[in-house]
């Protein structure tokens, strides 16, 4: 059974400082996505990144920067420079096989940046 | 383009009764996945519904049903509603199934009180 552990429930940081949030998958299947959403006080989730289990070359996207490491069952993200804004509930989550129902979503890590 | 929007956005039932949550997909968006989050936890997924039939089904008793119309939009049923069912309820459309290429777009949740 698939299954995602965020293991770090919430962090705090002050602006500017870096923060990794961890994510752990577990997957019997070799076809398989990985997802992070950002939630804001809002609720409406907000698509961040798909990664497939093919392909395990680290990105990068402004301030955000995602590693996935197969051999580690990891795809962690991190956010350079925090701001204020990034203050959200991020979710890690995991889509097996090639369709896109399904998705099993981790437990969240509630981010506070403080000024 | 109009995104994903549910509706209502807050409902209070008696445990019980009977409630049906709407969702109308973004344009263009064949697929609609219904989830449930309890507070403090990661989004469930309940079903996903393709071109009005039913793709997929999480661990949901047969209590929670859903329909999807000719355009796409989208209802969720739950009968006999229990107090652990007080939830935020989240659609999501995408243009298709294809994890590779199609991400889910979320609505802002309706948030469901049992009582």
């Known amino acids: 059974a698939q299954k995602v552990t965020q293991a770090q429930t919430e962090i705090s940081v002050v602006e500017k400082e870096d923060v990794t949030l961890d994510c752990v998958y577990e997957?019997?299947?070799?076809?398989?996505?990985l997802f992070w959403y950002k939630q804001p006080p809002s609720g409406e989730l907000v698509f961040l990144i798909r990664?497939?289990?093919?392909?395990?070359q680290n990105e990068i996207s402004g301030r955000y920067s995602w590693n996935f490491q197969k051999s580690t069952s990891s795809f962690n993200f991190t956010i350079t420079a925090s701001q204020v804004v990034d203050s959200a509930v991020y979710f890690c989550?995991?889509?097996?096989?090639?369709?896109?129902?399904?998705?099993?979503f981790g437990a969240g890590t509630r981010l506070t940046v403080k000024p | 383009e109009t995104g994903v929007t549910q509706s209502p956005t807050h409902l209070i039932k008696t445990r019980g009764q009977q409630v049906t949550l709407r969702c109308s997909s973004q344009?263009?968006?064949?697929?609609v996945s219904w989830y449930q989050q309890a507070l403090g936890q990661g989004p469930q997924f309940i079903f996903q519904y393709y071109r009005e039939e039913e793709n997929g089904r999480g661990n949901f008793p047969p209590r929670f049903s859903g329909l999807q119309f000719p355009n796409y939009s989208s209802e969720l049923n739950v009968n006999a509603l229990e107090l652990d069912d007080s939830a935020l309820y989240l659609c999501?459309?995408?243009?298709?199934?294809?994890?590779?290429?199609?991400?889910?777009?979320f609505g802002p949740g309706t948030r469901l009180t049992v009582t």
């Open positions: 997957t019997r299947d070799t076809t398989y996505y």
């Open positions: 999501a459309s995408s243009p298709g199934v294809q994890a590779s290429s199609y991400e889910q777009y």
């Open positions: 344009s263009g968006h064949n697929t």
């Open positions: 989550a995991l889509s097996e096989g090639r369709n896109n129902n399904d998705m099993r």
């Open positions: 990664r497939n289990s093919f392909d395990e």
